[in-house]
T-cell receptor, first 117, second 112 residues
Framework: ETGVTQTPRHLVMGMTNKKSLKCEQH?????MYWYKQSAKKPLELMFV???????ENNSVPSRFSPECPNSSHLFLHLHTLQPEDSALYLC????????????????FGPGTRLLVL | QKEVEQNSGPLSVPEGAIASLNCTYS??????FFWYRQYSGKSPELIMS????GDKEDGRFTAQLNKASQYVSLLIRDSQPSDSATYLC????????????FGSGTRLQVQP
């Protein structure tokens, strides 16, 4: 499989549930990202990882917990979410972080459509 | 002022016409600029990147960058109905950020 994959593609959860989103990149990249895209809003950066180290947490509530066990995998653990957290969650990867030029190009996975009831 | 600004549209053009999409950014030292296309319900896909002033052409797409004016644009020649999508401008903002900053996108409608 090539590119960036995400599972599940769709998720419905209650506010008391715990679930995890998974992202895997097959591009040999060193940086991975989580974004949130709500209806009619710009893409919001949530977390950035470089070589498995979290380098940015963009003021995301603690009910979202990222994990990067290796440079190919990224998880987003969800617990006690709110209905306003319903959105498309996108994972992306790039060759490197702040390296300039083509190495900063981000490639996106298909996203997980999350609905919180 | 938003870091990356785009007109939300919709921009409506007839089939075969040139569609012109514009983007302005606030950080004078930005060096990397990207255009992504996003179909409804899908994830963004990279169309073009541009790093230096001037024009860069790839098929029907031309990206134009003017760093002095802090302006980047995307031209789509011979627009097709399949080009109807939201186009996202993304800029590597250097100050205090380690990832791309996206504009809110311009919705393009190509009328058959």
């Amino acid at each position: 499989e090539t590119g960036v994959t995400q599972t599940p593609r769709h998720l419905v959860m209650g506010m008391t549930n715990k679930k995890s989103l998974k992202c895997e990149q097959h591009l040999g990249h060193n940086a991975m990202y989580w974004y949130k895209q709500s209806a009619k809003k710009p893409l919001e950066l949530m977390f950035v990882y470089s070589l498995e180290e979290r380098v940015e947490n963009n003021s995301v509530p603690s009910r979202f917990s990222p994990e990067c066990p290796n440079s190919s995998h990224l998880f987003l653990h969800l617990h006690t979410l709110q209905p306003e957290d319903s959105a498309l969650y996108l994972c992306a990867s790039s060759q490197d972080l702040m390296a300039g030029g083509r190495q900063e190009t981000q490639y996106f996975g298909p996203g997980t459509r999350l609905l919180v009831l | 002022q938003k870091e990356v600004e785009q007109n939300s549209g919709p921009l409506s053009v007839p089939e075969g016409a040139i569609a012109s999409l514009n983007c302005t950014y606030s950080d004078r030292v930005s060096q990397s600029f990207f255009w992504y296309r996003q179909y409804s319900g899908k994830s963004p896909e990279l169309i073009m990147s541009i790093y230096s002033n001037g024009d860069k052409e790839d098929g029907r797409f031309t990206a134009q960058l003017n760093k002095a004016s802090q302006y980047v644009s995307l031209l789509i020649r011979d627009s097709q109905p399949s080009d109807s999508a939201t186009y996202l401008c993304a800029v590597m903002i250097r100050a205090g950020r380690r990832a791309l900053t996206f504009g809110s996108g311009t919705r393009l409608q190509v009328q058959p």
